[in-house]
């Protein structure tokens, strides 16, 4: 079993930074895409970022250019990155991975999420 779990969420003003952080615990045979998602009240939840293991990147629109993931592999930890934070960032922010388990079944593992709060 791989459990995930976010660090790094809060309150920060408009323009500010922040970095999450996500770190895997437990025995898989392989790790895949890692990334992050966000979910506000009342909308449907937003893929904001995925890095793949070999570092491809991708992003949601509304984030190109001020977030940043990255992963390290070793660890098995990915990062996001968010710079000029604006009010509409605001957002419980998930971190998910793609998991191969040692008898070959592959799965979506969840973390609980982290708050971020930006504030105009």
């Known amino acids: 079993q791989v459990h995930l779990v976010e660090s790094g969420g809060g309150l920060m003003q408009a323009g500010g930074s922040l970095r999450l952080s996500c770190a895997a615990s437990?025995?898989?045979?392989?790790?895949?895409?890692m990334g992050w998602y966000r979910q506000t009240p009342g909308k449907q939840r937003e893929l904001v970022a995925v890095?793949?293991?070999?570092?491809?990147?991708n992003y949601a629109d509304s984030v190109k250019g001020r977030f940043t993931i990255s992963r390290d592999n070793a660890k098995m930890q990915v990062y996001l990155q968010m710079n000029s934070l604006k009010p509409e960032d605001t957002a419980i922010y998930c971190c998910?991975?793609?998991?191969?388990?040692?008898?070959?079944?592959?799965?979506?593992?969840w973390g609980q999420g982290t708050q971020v709060t930006v504030s105009a």
């Open positions: 998910y991975a793609k998991v191969l388990s040692m008898t070959m079944a592959a799965s979506d593992k």
């Open positions: 437990g025995i898989a045979f392989r790790i895949d895409d």
């Open positions: 890095i793949t293991s070999g570092g491809e990147t």
